[in-house]
């Protein structure tokens, strides 16, 4: 199996993400409504779950599971 070196849509080899959702995750506003100091707000979240989807980081566009991404580049998965 070949290793995912780069994205097949624009052959960029900036690197992937994948997408999470979290759970309870506090957002600080300041009595104008403006964002408040919001630095550790992931720290308190109750959950993080993360999307199967891998993206390339350049133009977004999806590239495959992100098992089949562990499995082609040798990668443990979490």
């Known amino acids: 199996m070949t290793p ?4 097949p849509h624009c052959h960029s080899d900036w690197g992937v993400f994948i997408k999470s ?3 309870n995750v ?3 506003y300041n009595f104008d409504g ?3 100091y919001n630095g550790e707000m992931y720290d308190n979240a109750e959950k993080i779950i993360d ?4 993206y390339c980081q350049r133009c977004g566009k ?3 599971s ?3 991404f562990c499995k082609r ?3 443990s998965p979490y």
Do not use: A, F, M, Q
């Not at 995912?4 to 994205?7: M, Q, S, T, V």
């Open 62 to 64: 999806k590239i495959c």
């Open 4 to 7: 995912i070196k780069e994205c």
């Open 26 to 28: 506090p957002t600080n």
């Open 34 to 36: 403006s964002r408040g």
């Open 51 to 54: 999307k199967p989807t891998v």
């Open 66 to 68: 992100w098992d089949n």
């Open 73 to 75: 580049n040798g990668i």
């Open 21 to 23: 959702d979290l759970i």
